[in-house]
């Protein structure tokens, strides 16, 4: 079965320190690849997505991610953090039937002024 | 532009009875998918509905759970004799090409 691991539970940082969140998947095929954010009492974002193409894929806030498909990785990148970017962050996969998302167990960010 | 709504936000429930979960998607969006987030876990996809079809129930729980999408009206995830594991965040999207979430609803099962 196709699943979502992101290692890190949760990430303490301070503002203007870089970030860096890991997620690998299992599915070996063609994948479609998301990160979301889920602000505290906020519903789900998309934060930015891979279907196909440039593996390295920028999204909003200043957020990126790369894909390397020899490590089954997705991961999601910020230079520097602010005090905002606390949150909740879930990577997903698209299920091989394209009917639903897999998500990881998500990690949440402290970042500290 | 409404985004996905979900109501309501929060819900309580004694054990046994009935929780109507409600999903309004986006303008214009024919699927809908609800998923489950327990707590310290990630969301779990649950079912994937389009007008007056279920597409992918593979998530559902086989029993107390069901959930349906008219043709006219918001989706709606039914759990009957509910117990305290059900209680959790109930995640509702709608997608056209990408899934757009609600805001979701919280059941407590006292």
């Known amino acids: 079965a196709q699943s979502v691991s992101q290692h890190n539970h949760h990430v303490i940082l301070s503002e203007a320190a870089s970030l860096e969140l890991g997620c690998n998947y299992s599915?070996?095929?063609?994948?479609?690849l998301f990160w979301y954010v889920q602000y505290p009492g906020q519903h789900l974002q998309l934060l930015l997505k891979?279907?196909?193409?440039?593996?390295l894929v920028k999204g909003i806030k200043g957020f990126e991610a790369e894909f390397i498909k020899s490590k089954f990785s997705f991961n999601l990148r910020k230079p520097s953090v602010q005090w905002s970017d606390t949150a909740e962050y879930f990577c997903?996969?698209?299920?091989?039937?394209?009917?639903?998302?897999?998500f990881g167990k998500g990690t949440t960010l402290s970042v500290s002024s | 532009n409404a985004g996905v709504m979900q109501n309501p936000r929060h819900l309580v429930r004694r054990r046994g009875q009935e929780a109507r979960l409600r999903c309004s998607p986006m303008?214009?969006?024919?699927?809908v998918y609800w998923y489950r987030q327990l707590p310290e876990e990630g969301l779990k996809f649950m079912v994937y509905?389009?007008?007056?079809?279920?597409?992918?129930e593979s998530g559902m729980p086989k029993e107390r759970f069901s959930a349906e999408f008219p043709k006219e009206g918001p989706s709606i995830l039914r759990i009957q004799q509910v117990v305290r594991g059900d209680s959790a965040a109930y995640f509702c999207?709608?997608?056209?090409?990408?899934?757009?979430f609600g805001p979701g609803t919280r059941l407590t099962v006292l």
């Open positions: 999207a709608s997608s056209h090409n990408e899934q757009f």
């Open positions: 599915y070996g095929g063609t994948v479609n």
């Open positions: 891979y279907f196909s193409g440039d593996p």
């Open positions: 997903a996969v698209r299920n091989q039937a394209g009917t639903a998302l897999i």
């Open positions: 303008k214009g969006h024919s699927h």
């Open positions: 509905l389009q007008k007056e079809n279920i597409i992918d």
